[in-house]
């Protein structure tokens, strides 16, 4: 028996196309829309068996938003997420917000179908590793897992991070060795080394980088952590 469906994505083409297929099968599909940001309003208003709905960001803070709110006003309605290969920190967010399974863009039209049929039984439609990613993640979530700012402040060295953030402050090769009571050309290398790990071909690029990702606020405060007090000194 066929399956009252419904194919929300923001590629038009691929949710016709989907749509088509599923038609072909025997399915009733009652309609194939874009963008995916209207999916709830019309899913609430239409009330499939089984929403397909496509994302291309399954990691985004807010993504699944529509699949909490379909859960809340029609928790009848089984929602698969389509999507690419998830982190994850995708996956557990589109279970968590209510998904019923999360099937990959470059699935077969067998494998869509059988996720179909699940879902409207009430199963989770998803492949076993990538369940196992899910709970994992749900049991234990990281703090901060797309940092890019504390992977690349990872990479200095503390005399590096403190030539980033001078260089950041408009500092000079004269005035950094200065301030830092080095040699002009030990200055210079130390420069040159945090653009290469950076991957930026001028000072200019590095402090706009490091401003972009977080990195000089971090930088800043493991400066100010290991600079001792004026008043107490070093401790001990």
């Known amino acids: 028996m066929g399956v009252r469906l419904m194919v929300v994505d923001d590629h038009r083409l691929l949710a016709e196309a989907l749509a088509s297929a599923l038609k072909l099968r025997g399915h009733r599909v009652l309609a194939a829309a874009a963008p995916a940001a209207g999916a709830a309003e019309l899913v609430i208003t239409r009330a499939p068996e089984v929403c397909l709905l496509g994302t291309a960001t399954p990691a985004e803070p807010g993504i699944f938003d529509p699949v909490v ?73 990281a703090a901060q897992p797309d940092d890019e700012g504390q992977r690349l402040l990872q990479m200095l060295t503390p005399r590096e991070v403190e030539v980033l953030l001078r260089v950041a402050d408009g500092e000079d090769t004269r005035l950094i060795a200065a301030g830092m009571g080095i040699a002009p050309s030990t200055a210079r290398t130390h420069v040159q080394r945090v653009l290469m ?23 800043g405060t493991l400066s100010r952590a290991a600079t001792p007090d004026p008043e107490t000194g070093p401790e001990a």
């Open 69 to 141: 709110r379909i859960k809340r006003e029609r928790p009848q309605v089984a929602v698969l997420v389509l999507g690419p290969v998830p982190s994850p920190r995708g996956i557990a967010a589109a279970f968590a917000a209510g998904a019923s399974g999360y099937v990959r863009h470059d699935e077969r039209i067998e494998g869509v179908e059988r996720a179909i049929m699940k879902a409207r039984a009430g199963e989770a439609a998803v492949a076993p590793q990538l369940l196992q990613g899910a709970f994992s993640e749900l049991l234990n979530p």
């Open 197 to 219: 790990k950076l991957g930026v071909g001028s000072r200019l690029e590095a402090a706009a980088l490091a401003a972009r990702t977080g990195l000089l606020d971090r930088a």
